[in-house]
RNA sequence: GCGAAAGUGGCGGAAUUGGUAGACGCGCAAGGCUCAGGACCUUGUGGCCCUUACCGGCUGUGGGGGUUCGAGUCCCCCCUUUCGCACCA
């Protein structure tokens, strides 16, 4: 290229922006250290980065150019904001990088945070650095043990046994996405489970608090609560005790459906099941069977319950007995009942479940029907008998309610009164009754990993557990442990750290090496944002009650389950603590879409660094500017969509950006006074103003930043025609553009400072107000109204608002197009809404 | 399989919640300005048809039915896509 021209575009826009970013920081205090005035202001809490191997990139960045328009929008609107961030820094992602590059991952860590820091300060975004708080640090960390230390004290920090993901070649654990396919990812030795005794934060006990907790959450997406309250996945039922009168023994089973207990006809334990050892004792082929319940134990869970994993099943020859019909039946053990879900047993009820009746016809069980349909589906019986089904043998289960039979003396009650007298026999009897159980399952912590926050526990041999004391934290993760992700846990290898003596006895003992998993670091971390430097607590109650709840929470919706329902059980143990008020801590939630791209592989996939998909947006913003980039991330499409990132239509914001600014210079150009006012109130071009202050407003609020846009866009369209016409009111104009560029501020930034800088507007525009709008200006002084001749458009009159159906009426008749579609017919019905349309209906 | 959301021009998407479908932008086309342009400015742009004409007609929001004076919007059936859960007894 041929760099002739003394100053380009683009060295324009990024001598705009540069000189704006400079004047916010320095006038920081103004715009962001505001104290709360009482009872009002915002917490607008963004969702915070995390700073491993990867920049930022067009995926991230829709996110904070979002949060960054709300919060401008606010304090444009004269709302106090607090909009804080920091940094999630602990790890996998910072350790495997750390492990590859031989750099310290706090040392790795903290340059990606200083580069991130930049980014965020070459988009624009507006946050208050003061608070910013950062998880790999001892100062916020230790709190994380303190919280783990509150939660053992109440019994809700255990012990537990739990399989984990081990590479026999690396010595090593793996997480999940490290075991993709079931090979380490490292060396692809295939990976085997391994029992470890783990901690366990007892979420379950919090089920039904979680549970209720959803239905306040009017300011959620519906999806994100959908998802939380399956996860917790309440089932209502009763537990069932089967007789094993063989071993003296009886196998508790949980189930929905109590109704159809006179329909077991076998009792199936999962392979994993305690009594499995006692009742293979006596098999004859007893090697054969155990050999088979190592397979399947060993089996990946992902296999084992993959689509249309075949069930496989063993007898084991032992009997037990259906409490209610006081018949023999098998005892069996298969791959589909679940050891950790109920019970790790269950009643077989092959009529009746789908499951359990491709298991019975399968290996020959005894299907027993004990529900009869009502009536009411005729057809289906129709159909069936046309298919020529027999009643006594069902292709199908029937799963829905219906009539017990064959239930001695539960026969002829409905389905759903047998579910309850069935359970209250049970407690009657002792055998069971009535049960309510979740899915979900306690929060397994422990990360058999360095770059995280330590346990604070010591065992000793005689003490066994012992906290770590309060006064002695923080237990500090030491700088100098040697992580190569081989050969087991880091921590254990530091002589220095491991070591130490028993709290309780004074004897020799050792710290735990596990750390926490860094959900831990994101439970709490809006909470310390309130007060990120108290060194004697969390943080003040005080100052928290005056912030807290978040009112709106914005992050993407791969959190919607894990991170959101942690944050939400740790608020209701803060509140049991009494250092909070609320359980529910984010009022709203807004999940945006993700940006999504193909990837080299030709699939449509969600933009990151590790599909080879991601699009850096520096030399983007380096090129077009940052308000271009904003303002066109912002256009994409509604916010709460999925986009697929084309840069191709960035040349409409940025040619949209660029008008503004020559209107407005078109206009100075002029002479006209920049400050000028309109000579009339009631004016087209008045009323074209009022409409878009309206109709903007009502998009920021209702996040719609891309229609904000386009109606920002008719804005400067109208505006433009009025620099252009001689006979326009210049005070007028001014007026508009002025508008215009306050408008503009919380999508293009920078921009609008420098032209509300240039009209002569004294202060900036995040404190100088927003437009207000008359209501009866708002709307165009003309209607169109529509005139349909039998429901069929015709015509199109323009008659002043307000006008009556007299009016349009005899408008209508006297247009000559209307007039040629009423001739020779009847009018027979006149439908009239309002300064919109006239529906002559006609024969 | 279960659950949820969605399907509108060549593309991204609007549509005051039952009232003129296609705002705004991209792309495309024609013209202007230019030595030139991937710069800028006009104008046009769902499809089909009619017309010398700027008049006008038909059709059109995944498909089929229904309610209504009127349906992108409400109801029923079907198809497709995306997401979530996935043997949870």
């Not at 000793?460 to 442990?481: M, S, T």
């Not at 143990?573 to 008020?581: E, R, T, Y």
Request: aromatic residues 10%.
């Amino acid at each position: 290229m041929s760099s002739t021209a003394p100053t380009t575009k683009s060295e324009e826009i990024l001598r705009i922006e540069a000189k704006w970013r400079e004047r916010w920081e320095r006038d920081r205090a103004a715009f962001v250290d505001t104290a709360k005035p009482a009872g009002e202001g915002t917490y607008l809490l963004v969702m915070l980065p995390y700073p491993s191997g990867d920049r930022l990139h067009v995926g991230h960045a829709r996110t904070y150019f979002l949060t960054d328009a709300l919060h401008r929008f606010l304090r444009q609107t004269g709302v106090t904001v607090f909009c804080p961030m920091g940094w999630d820094a602990f790890g996998l992602p910072a350790e495997n990088y750390a492990i590859q590059k031989g750099i310290h991952p706090r040392t790795s860590t903290l340059a990606n945070i200083a580069a991130m820091k930049e980014q965020f300060r070459s988009w624009g975004v507006l946050y208050d650095w003061t608070k910013e708080v950062t998880t790999c640090e001892p100062e916020y960390y230790r709190w994380n043990q303190w919280f783990f230390l509150k939660l053992f004290e109440k019994g809700l920090a255990v012990r537990k046994k739990a399989a984990v993901n081990w590479c026999p070649s690396c010595l090593t654990v793996l997480a999940n996405e490290q075991a993709d396919g079931g090979v380490c990812d490292r060396c692809g030795t295939p990976v085997v489970p391994r029992e470890l005794e783990q901690w366990f934060l007892k979420i379950t006990d919090y089920a039904e608090r979680l549970l209720e907790g959803l239905d306040t959450l009017a300011d959620w997406p519906d999806k994100v609560v959908t998802m939380q309250r399956n996860w917790i996945g309440k089932s209502t039922g009763a537990d069932l005790d089967f007789a094993i009168p063989s071993l003296a023994e009886s196998v508790r089973v949980f189930t929905t459906r109590p109704d159809t207990v006179y329909g077991a006809t076998a009792l199936v334990l999962a392979p994993e099941h305690a009594l499995v050892p006692r009742l293979l004792a006596n098999h004859p082929r007893k090697a054969e069977l155990e050999a088979w319940v190592e397979s399947i134990r060993g089996q990946e869970r992902i296999a084992r319950e993959a689509e249309g994993a075949e069930k496989d099943g063993r007898d084991t020859g032992v009997k037990a007995v259906n409490p209610f019909t006081g018949k023999e039946i098998p005892v069996w053990l298969a791959n589909f009942v679940i050891a950790d879900y109920g019970t790790g047993a269950l009643m077989a009820v092959p009529a009746h479940d789908t499951r359990d009746f491709d298991f019975a016809k399968k290996y020959g069980i005894p299907i027993v029907r004990v529900i009869e349909e009502e009536k009411k589906e005729k057809k289906e019986d129709l159909l069936r008998k046309e298919e020529g089904e027999s009643a006594t043998a069902p292709s199908a289960a029937y799963t829905g309610e219906g009539r017990v039979i064959a239930s001695g003396p539960f026969s002829a009650k409905s389905s759903s009164s047998a579910r309850e007298l069935i359970a209250q026999d049970a407690a009657e009897r002792g055998i069971g009754g009535p049960k309510v159980r979740y899915r979900l399952r306690d929060w397994l912590i422990s990360r058999q990993r360095y770059w995280g926050t330590p346990i604070p526990m010591i065992h000793c041999e005689k003490d066994r557990w012992v906290p770590v004391p309060e006064k002695d934290l923080p237990v500090v993760l030491p700088p100098d442990a040697p992580f190569t992700g081989k050969g087991g846990n880091p921590l254990e290898k530091v002589a220095a750290f491991v070591n130490t003596t028993c709290p309780k006895c004074g004897g020799p003992a050792r710290r735990e090496t596990d750390t926490m998993d860094t959900f831990v670091d994101s439970s709490w971390y809006y909470l310390r944002y309130v007060d990120p430097k108290n060194a004697t607590a969390p943080f003040d109650p005080r100052i928290a009650k005056e912030w807290t709840p978040v009112d709106q929470y914005i992050g993407g919706i791969e959190h919607a389950i894990l991170h959101l329902l942690y944050a939400r059980f740790f608020a209701r143990i803060l509140k049991d603590l009494g250092l909070v008020a609320f359980e529910e801590p984010f009022s709203a939630l807004f999940n945006q879409g993700m940006i999504t791209r193909q990837s080299p592989t030709g699939r449509v996939e969600k933009m990151s660094k590790s599909r080879g998909n991601a699009v850096s947006l520096d030399p983007l913003i380096a090129e077009k500017g940052a308000d271009a980039v904003r303002a066109f991330v912002l256009f994409l499409g509604p916010p709460e969509k999925d986009a697929e990132w084309n840069d191709e239509g960035i040349s409409g914001p940025e040619r949209f950006l660029w008008r503004v600014r020559s209107t407005v210079d078109r206009f100075l150009e002029s002479g006209a006074d920049p400050r000028g006012t309109p000579s009339a109130a009631d004016t087209p071009t008045a009323r074209a103003r009022h409409m878009a202050v309206k109709r903007i407003t009502e998009d920021f609020r209702a996040f719609s930043f891309h229609t904000a846009v386009a109606h920002l866009m008719e804005l400067l369209n109208g505006a433009t025609a009025q620099v252009g016409d001689p006979g326009a009111d210049a005070g007028e104009t001014a007026t508009t553009l002025r508008t215009l560029v306050t408008l503009l501020h919380p999508i293009a930034p920078h921009l609008s400072e420098e032209l509300n800088e240039k009209m002569g507007g004294e202060k900036s525009l995040l404190v100088s107000g927003w437009p207000a709008w008359d209501p009866a200006l708002a709307v165009e002084e003309f209607a169109s109204i529509a005139v349909q001749i039998s429901g069929k458009v015709r015509a199109e009159l323009r008659l002043p608002r307000g006008s009556s159906e007299e009016l349009a009426i005899a408008a209508a008749v006297s247009n000559a197009t209307v007039a040629k579609w009423l001739e020779g017919k009847q009018r027979l019905k006149t439908i009239w809404v309002q300064d919109r349309l006239l529906n002559l209906v006609v024969k």
